[in-house]
């Protein structure tokens, strides 16, 4: 699996992360995983394609302990587990996840 890993943060830098993410209402079902919405100006073809059986589509943030997070690069189908939809991020997809967290933490005053 691919992942983007952010580790050596604080306990209460994490805190303040778990706390923004359950706010902004993107909380799985499971405690500790987030779902990060793909933008659909970023689905791949085949992604747009199956958008309707499959999607939304999105990526998984996990925080694994009181120190670090995990993004994975592997762009999920909510509607379906398996499809050839499920696909690693294209670059684009890539650049726009790993931004995207960058800058949720910098808001928070944590640097990366």
């Known amino acids: 699996m691919r ?21 902004s209402g993107l909380a799985g079902s499971l405690e500790g995983i987030y779902y990060l919405p793909v933008p659909e100006d970023l689905l791949a073809e085949e992604q747009r394609e199956h958008q309707g059986q499959c999607g939304p589509y999105i990526f998984v943030l996990e925080i694994l302990d009181e120190t670090s997070l995990k993004l994975e690069l ?21 650049s726009h996840i790993m931004d995207f967290l960058d800058v949720f933490l910098r808001q928070l005053d944590i640097s990366v």
């Open 3 to 23: 992942n983007y890993l952010i580790e050596d943060l604080y306990p209460e830098q994490m805190e303040l992360v778990r706390k923004r993410l359950d706010e």
């Open 74 to 94: 592997l762009v999920r189908a909510q509607g379906k587990l398996r499809c050839s939809c499920v696909m690693y991020a294209t670059p684009a997809q890539r």
